[in-house]
């Protein structure tokens, strides 16, 4: 008994001695060895399992250049999360239990050395501890957080500044996260730092990687591949390299040396990579060796021996899936001669045999929508383009010009079709019956054969699908295997109505319902603005020409006879499989051929409208509206027509074809406003500076409102009137001078602008404001004028305001409940590292959103608060969530701008301290200005506890059994833990 109290004192001195308050050769050793066999091996071991589950799950997006880390795909961001989450914690665990920050004591008599100071000056004396720091930055890192992750590089940098080894590791990682932010400058201003000094052979490794991952991102191809090429040959991980092979042979691809991007590819084989990546690096090959394919104008043998192969691999059930790459690779063998029919075929087998609605088959639509779009060929360039938009990235670069080609195709695509229709059906009508017949029938067989065509893929299909139910195991594993698809769905992100079919089919339902309607929110109301509530009503009523054919249906009591043979005529007519089907569209007579001219005319109008201000195809404009005028000359609209072509002679310096057009609108429409407008005087001078003039008089108009000077804001109002009808700021000048007249007494004048602006710029900024005036005014409420400023946008509330008059803006006084810290501030007011405006207002606010979580994480360990930024169009917010009461974020708003470097950085934004309950008022029925004023009678008097609550955790998490401490460091110092030991002290000198 008395042996095992000896023992048990004995362990407890040993272990008091160990405190991480001393440091001591016996405690250092003492903390390196627990930290690493306990909850640091605990964490690596998550950070690998993170590693591996990432590998597996990660899907490249190989019409791309891929990018160096799995990460940096969107779609493997969160896989690994839970095992990155763990290795977090463990090394948070780790750091706060192990950290040893005292100085040791020099007790030695002799002189002390460079080493002596360096190791004196040291901030960190565990030794083992940097590795748990690196562990926390990269299990960040790899999990996408990559602001926490940047501000954990950063520190580790500054806590070991004396450890080149160390230092230089956590800037090699800390450039490759600004690269992942995209933070360029920031990038290169670490990488261009470290070049000044000779890089430490354990560092040499992570500052290559580095390196060629920020000259990748950069485009800086050339100066990459040799990087990159060391870290292949460093790199012993098998999937990995084959990875960075298939990089190399992209990047070498892109310089244009093909034969060294096909050893990459080949080497990327030789690795032993997965299926898919070893497919597509076979698919990469061929295209490498297609600058070389062709001869003459034909394909010489190596290329006739790919196209043989890739064929060959079409035909392999292995390569069903991979279809549209296959026929994608094929048709780039044929664009090399060029052979563009033989091309376009390859491409269309591609996209109707594919399997998968993904990244390549969009790729092989975009490719063949391109092919189209220089062909002119409009209506199959709107085909491919529409399903492409639905299967493409929107972080592409060329998706911008994709999707406002599908936007005007949309638009363009059913006026050509239009003319094409109404031409052929009148050529058809001016046939001999025998001629229009068997033209018909043509297209009734065509029609035949794709229709059996389809019925034989959906046979194939089911037959398909039989087979493969017949192979299902259990009906354990059935269940099993659709619980790992669906989890690879929503790994994949994988939006059911991604599929083509159901975009296409959608898509002609609603134009059948609704028609061609703008993508804009409200879509749906003739109308957007806040007067137009009972316009989709009325749109939804029939027209009076409507009306009178359904009522005359209704009242018409056909003959039994008659109506037995009209609904087998109908029948027919309905069967486009039948000749009647097809006749009934042709125009025989007079009224039918007036009809059908209508059509054409108003589609050559909006055509050749397109074709000048969106495609700026002018010999496509000039085609379309050339005809118009030459062929309808009774066209109502054709004073419209005219000037369109008034515009496209002078842009194409055709001065006497535009000078005609003047003179025939003189001539032939003399009050039309298209004469008016190009008879002006100024009209030359308006096309050269209008834009600026009119900038100028609005500014002008503005300012003499504000001063209160309406009879200067009605006379720039009448030049604006006259000068600039169809200028930008027309409905804000509208606007002024109806706020202007309302100051000046007239409420009527003032509503009749306001309507104006509503019904005539309905899309306009100051559209809903007009609507709202309006709106008040047809619900009984009395116009009364006062100040108004447009660009003081706190003191702006939102539609909400009035749009329930019955709703109280009652403001809570709540103080224990959850409430955020908010930072509002108009973006292009942001001023951070010397540089404002609205070109950096983006990187500014990046960079914003960076120092707000540095600070988080470097002062409220214990705390874990949300960042999330919200944009309007005025003004912009970063709230800070996860405060319990007024006091915490009153405390938290204190401490921050405590800091002289955070006050000096947040200087140009609002700081706002609100509740969860008033938060949704703000900027709705209450105005910035309106809450400042209520926290400040309401709130801020309110006395605030001085206990330091932010350092309390908002959530108590009970240990695990690998955390315990098996040593029993838990009991350090007679087993009482002293405070503040479980937080972690980072001292005076962070920033």
């Given at each position: 008994?008395?042996?095992?109290?000896?023992?048990?004192?004995?362990?407890?001195?040993?272990?008091?001695?160990?405190?991480?308050?001393?440091?001591?050769?016996?405690?250092?050793?003492?903390?390196?060895?627990?930290?690493?066999?306990?909850?640091?091996?605990?964490?690596?071991?998550?950070?690998?399992?993170?590693?591996?589950?990432?590998?597996?799950?990660?899907?490249?997006?190989?019409?791309?250049?891929?990018?160096?880390?799995?990460?940096?795909?969107?779609?493997?961001?969160?896989?690994?999360?839970?095992?990155?989450?763990?290795?977090?914690?463990?090394?948070?665990?780790?750091?706060?239990?192990?950290?040893?920050?005292?100085?040791?004591?020099?007790?030695?008599?002799?002189?002390?050395?460079?080493?002596?100071?360096?190791?004196?000056?040291?901030?960190?004396?565990?030794?083992?501890?940097?590795?748990?720091?690196?562990?926390?930055?990269?299990?960040?890192?790899?999990?996408?957080?990559?602001?926490?992750?940047?501000?954990?590089?950063?520190?580790?940098?500054?806590?070991?500044?004396?450890?080149?080894?160390?230092?230089?590791?956590?800037?090699?990682?800390?450039?490759?996260?600004?690269?992942?932010?995209?933070?360029?400058?920031?990038?290169?201003?670490?990488?261009?730092?470290?070049?000044?000094?000779?890089?430490?052979?354990?560092?040499?490794?992570?500052?290559?990687?580095?390196?060629?991952?920020?000259l990748l991102a950069s485009g800086q191809l050339a100066e990459a591949v040799p990087l990159l090429r060391q870290v292949i040959q460093h790199d012993p991980h098998g999937y990995r390299?084959?990875?960075?092979?298939?990089?190399?042979?992209?990047?070498?691809?892109?310089?244009?040396?093909?034969?060294?991007?096909?050893?990459?590819?080949?080497?990327?084989?030789?690795?032993?990579?997965?299926?898919?990546?070893?497919?597509?690096?076979?698919?990469?090959?061929?295209?490498?060796?297609?600058?070389?394919?062709?001869?003459?104008?034909?394909?010489?043998?190596?290329?006739?021996?790919?196209?043989?192969?890739?064929?060959?691999?079409?035909?392999?059930?292995?390569?069903?899936?991979?279809?549209?790459?296959?026929?994608?690779?094929?048709?780039?063998?044929?664009?090399?001669?060029?052979?563009?029919?033989?091309?376009?075929?390859?491409?269309?087998?591609?996209?109707?045999?594919?399997?998968?609605?993904?990244?390549?088959?969009?790729?092989?639509?975009?490719?063949?929508?391109?092919?189209?779009?220089?062909?002119?060929?409009?209506?199959?360039?709107?085909?491919?383009?529409?399903?492409?938009?639905?299967?493409?990235?929107?972080?592409?670069?060329?998706?911008?010009?994709?999707?406002?080609?599908?936007?005007?195709?949309?638009?363009?695509?059913?006026?050509?079709?239009?003319?094409?229709?109404?031409?052929?059906?009148?050529?058809?009508?001016?046939?001999?019956?025998?001629?229009?017949?068997?033209?018909?029938?043509?297209?009734?067989?065509?029609?035949?054969?794709?229709?059996?065509?389809?019925?034989?893929?959906?046979?194939?299909?089911?037959?398909?699908?039989?087979?493969?139910?017949?192979?299902?195991?259990?009906?354990?594993?059935?269940?099993?295997?659709?619980?790992?698809?669906?989890?690879?769905?929503?790994?994949?992100?994988?939006?059911?109505?991604?599929?083509?079919?159901?975009?296409?089919?959608?898509?002609?339902?609603?134009?059948?319902?609704?028609?061609?309607?703008?993508?804009?929110?409200?879509?749906?109301?003739?109308?957007?603005?806040?007067?137009?509530?009972?316009?989709?009503?009325?749109?939804?009523?029939?027209?009076?020409?409507?009306?009178?054919?359904?009522?005359?249906?209704?009242?018409?009591?056909?003959?039994?006879?008659?109506?037995?043979?009209?609904?087998?005529?109908?029948?027919?007519?309905?069967?486009?499989?039948?000749?009647?089907?097809?006749?009934?569209?042709?125009?025989?007579?007079?009224?039918?051929?007036?009809?059908?001219?209508?059509?054409?005319?108003?589609?050559?109008?909006?055509?050749?409208?397109?074709?000048?201000?969106?495609?700026?195809?002018?010999?496509?404009?000039?085609?379309?509206?050339?005809?118009?005028?030459?062929?309808?000359?009774?066209?109502?609209?054709?004073?419209?027509?005219?000037?369109?072509?008034?515009?496209?002679?002078?842009?194409?310096?055709?001065?006497?074809?535009?000078?005609?057009?003047?003179?025939?609108?003189?001539?032939?429409?003399?009050?039309?406003?298209?004469?008016?407008?190009?008879?002006?005087?100024?009209?030359?001078?308006?096309?050269?500076?209008?834009?600026?003039?009119?900038?100028?008089?609005?500014?002008?108009?503005?300012?003499?409102?504000?001063?209160?000077?309406?009879?200067?804001?009605?006379?720039?109002?009448?030049?604006?009137?006259?000068?600039?009808?169809?200028?930008?700021?027309?409905?804000?000048?509208?606007?002024?001078?109806?706020?202007?007249?309302?100051?000046?007494?007239?409420?009527?004048?003032?509503?009749?602008?306001?309507?104006?602006?509503?019904?005539?710029?309905?899309?306009?900024?100051?559209?809903?404001?007009?609507?709202?005036?309006?709106?008040?005014?047809?619900?009984?409420?009395?116009?009364?004028?006062?100040?108004?400023?447009?660009?003081?946008?706190?003191?702006?509330?939102?539609?909400?305001?009035?749009?329930?008059?019955?709703?109280?803006?009652?403001?809570?006084?709540?103080?224990?409940?959850?409430?955020?810290?908010?930072?509002?501030?108009?973006?292009?007011?942001?001023?951070?590292?010397?540089?404002?405006?609205?070109?950096?207002?983006?990187?500014?606010?990046?960079?914003?959103?960076?120092?707000?979580?540095?600070?988080?994480?470097?002062?409220?360990?214990?705390?874990?608060?949300?960042?999330?930024?919200?944009?309007?169009?005025?003004?912009?917010?970063?709230?800070?969530?996860?405060?319990?009461?007024?006091?915490?974020?009153?405390?938290?708003?204190?401490?921050?701008?405590?800091?002289?470097?955070?006050?000096?950085?947040?200087?140009?934004?609002?700081?706002?301290?609100?509740?969860?309950?008033?938060?949704?008022?703000?900027?709705?029925?209450?105005?910035?200005?309106?809450?400042?004023?209520?926290?400040?009678?309401?709130?801020?008097?309110?006395?605030?506890?001085?206990?330091?609550?932010?350092?309390?955790?908002?959530?108590?998490?009970?240990?695990?059994?690998?955390?315990?401490?098996?040593?029993?460091?838990?009991?350090?110092?007679?087993?009482?833990?002293?405070?503040?030991?479980?937080?972690?002290?980072?001292?005076?000198?962070?920033?």
């Amino acid at each position: 008994m008395v042996s095992r109290l000896l023992v048990a004192a004995v362990i407890a001195v040993a272990l008091s001695a160990c405190s991480a308050q001393k440091n001591t050769a016996r405690s250092r050793w003492w903390h390196s060895f627990t930290a690493r066999y306990n909850t640091y091996y605990n964490g690596h071991q998550a950070f690998l399992e993170g590693n591996e589950q990432k590998e597996k799950g990660n899907t490249d997006n190989y019409t791309e250049q891929l990018p160096m880390y799995m990460v940096g795909n969107k779609k493997s961001q969160s896989l690994g999360k839970s095992n990155y989450d763990r290795a977090i914690e463990k090394s948070e665990k780790t750091i706060r239990r192990h950290s040893i920050k005292s100085k040791p004591q020099w007790n030695k008599s002799r002189r002390k050395t460079d080493k002596d100071k360096e190791w004196l000056a040291r901030r960190e004396y565990n030794p083992f501890l940097w590795r748990a720091w690196m562990l926390l930055g990269k299990s960040q890192f790899q999990e996408g957080a990559f602001e926490e992750a940047a501000a954990t590089f950063s520190y580790v940098s500054r806590l070991y500044q004396t450890q080149p080894a160390i230092r230089q590791q956590a800037q090699s990682w800390l450039a490759r996260t600004y690269v992942e932010l995209d933070w360029m400058y920031e990038a290169e201003d670490v990488i261009r730092k470290q070049a000044r000094d000779s890089i430490h052979h354990r560092a040499a490794r992570d500052w290559q990687a580095a390196q060629a991952d920020y000259l990748l991102a950069s485009g800086q191809l050339a100066e990459a591949v040799p990087l990159l090429r060391q870290v292949i040959q460093h790199d012993p991980h098998g999937y990995r390299k084959a990875r960075h092979y298939y990089i190399l042979g992209q990047v070498e691809a892109a310089l244009g040396h093909e034969r060294e991007a096909y050893r990459a590819f080949s080497r990327v084989q030789r690795q032993n990579p997965p299926y898919e990546l070893s497919f597509n690096a076979r698919i990469a090959q061929t295209e490498v060796m297609a600058a070389h394919s062709s001869h003459d104008g034909q394909l010489s043998k190596t290329a006739r021996r790919m196209v043989r192969r890739l064929k060959g691999m079409a035909r392999d059930d292995n390569n069903k899936e991979y279809l549209d790459q296959v026929y994608y690779a094929i048709g780039n063998i044929y664009m090399t001669v060029p052979d563009t029919l033989r091309a376009l075929d390859a491409y269309e087998q591609g996209a109707a045999k594919a399997t998968r609605s993904g990244l390549e088959k969009g790729v092989l639509l975009l490719r063949m929508g391109d092919i189209y779009w220089t062909m002119e060929r409009f209506n199959d360039a709107q085909r491919c383009y529409g399903e492409a938009i639905g299967l493409l990235d929107k972080d592409r670069a060329d998706y911008a010009q994709l999707a406002e080609r599908s936007k005007v195709l949309d638009e363009l695509v059913p006026h050509t079709d239009a003319i094409h229709l109404q031409d052929s059906l009148q050529q058809l009508a001016k046939m001999p019956e025998e001629q229009r017949l068997a033209a018909i029938d043509r297209v009734i067989e065509a029609l035949k054969e794709k229709e059996k065509a389809e019925r034989r893929a959906e046979q194939e299909a089911a037959v398909e699908k039989a087979g493969q139910q017949a192979q299902r195991q259990t009906g354990r594993n059935q269940q099993q295997n659709r619980q790992q698809t669906a989890n690879a769905q929503d790994k994949n992100g994988t939006w059911y109505f991604y599929n083509p079919m159901a975009v296409s089919q959608g898509k002609q339902t609603f134009q059948r319902i609704w028609g061609k309607r703008e993508n804009a929110d409200n879509w749906q109301r003739s109308n957007i603005t806040v007067v137009g509530g009972d316009m989709a009503a009325d749109a939804a009523m029939p027209t009076d020409e409507a009306a009178d054919s359904l009522r005359a249906a209704e009242t018409e009591t056909p003959n039994a006879d008659d109506e037995g043979k009209q609904a087998a005529n109908d029948s027919l007519q309905n069967d486009p499989h039948n000749r009647e089907y097809y006749l009934a569209q042709i125009p025989f007579t007079d009224e039918q051929v007036a009809a059908s001219d209508d059509i054409i005319k108003e589609a050559l109008l909006q055509s050749g409208i397109i074709f000048k201000d969106k495609l700026d195809n002018l010999p496509l404009a000039e085609k379309q509206l050339q005809r118009l005028h030459t062929q309808y000359s009774d066209y109502p609209q054709m004073d419209l027509a005219l000037y369109h072509m008034y515009l496209l002679y002078m842009r194409q310096r055709q001065t006497d074809r535009a000078e005609q057009c003047v003179a025939q609108l003189q001539q032939d429409y003399p009050q039309s406003e298209w004469t008016i407008l190009l008879s002006d005087p100024y009209f030359a001078e308006n096309q050269r500076f209008g834009q600026h003039i009119e900038d100028s008089l609005y500014a002008a108009t503005y300012q003499a409102f504000l001063d209160q000077r309406y009879d200067v804001v009605f006379q720039n109002a009448n030049v604006a009137n006259g000068r600039f009808p169809l200028g930008e700021h027309r409905p804000k000048f509208l606007f002024v001078e109806g706020l202007a007249w309302l100051n000046s007494g007239n409420a009527d004048s003032c509503l009749v602008r306001m309507k104006t602006v509503v019904e005539k710029h309905p899309q306009s900024d100051v559209a809903e404001m007009a609507g709202m005036i309006v709106k008040g005014v047809g619900e009984g409420r009395v116009l009364h004028g006062g100040s108004f400023d447009l660009g003081d946008v706190w003191s702006l509330r939102g539609l909400v305001a009035t749009q329930d008059s019955t709703q109280q803006d009652t403001l809570s006084v709540e103080r224990n409940t959850a409430f955020y810290f908010i930072l509002a501030y108009q973006p292009d007011s942001l001023l951070i590292d010397g540089a404002s405006g609205a070109t950096h207002a983006t990187a500014n606010e990046n960079k914003l959103l960076f120092h707000i979580a540095r600070y988080n994480f470097t002062n409220f360990l214990v705390r874990n608060f949300e960042l999330q930024v919200d944009r309007d169009e005025a003004v912009h917010r970063l709230t800070v969530s996860g405060f319990m009461s007024y006091d915490e974020a009153l405390q938290y708003a204190r401490q921050l701008y405590s800091d002289p470097q955070m006050a000096r950085l947040l200087r140009p934004c609002r700081r706002i301290v609100i509740s969860e309950e008033n938060l949704p008022l703000l900027g709705t029925r209450v105005s910035y200005n309106d809450y400042e004023l209520f926290y400040q009678q309401h709130l801020q008097p309110l006395e605030v506890s001085d206990e330091q609550l932010l350092l309390r955790p908002d959530v108590i998490v009970q240990p695990s059994e690998d955390d315990a401490d098996t040593q029993g460091e838990a009991d350090d110092d007679g087993g009482s833990q002293q405070p503040g030991d479980d937080f972690f002290d980072f001292g005076d000198d962070f920033f």
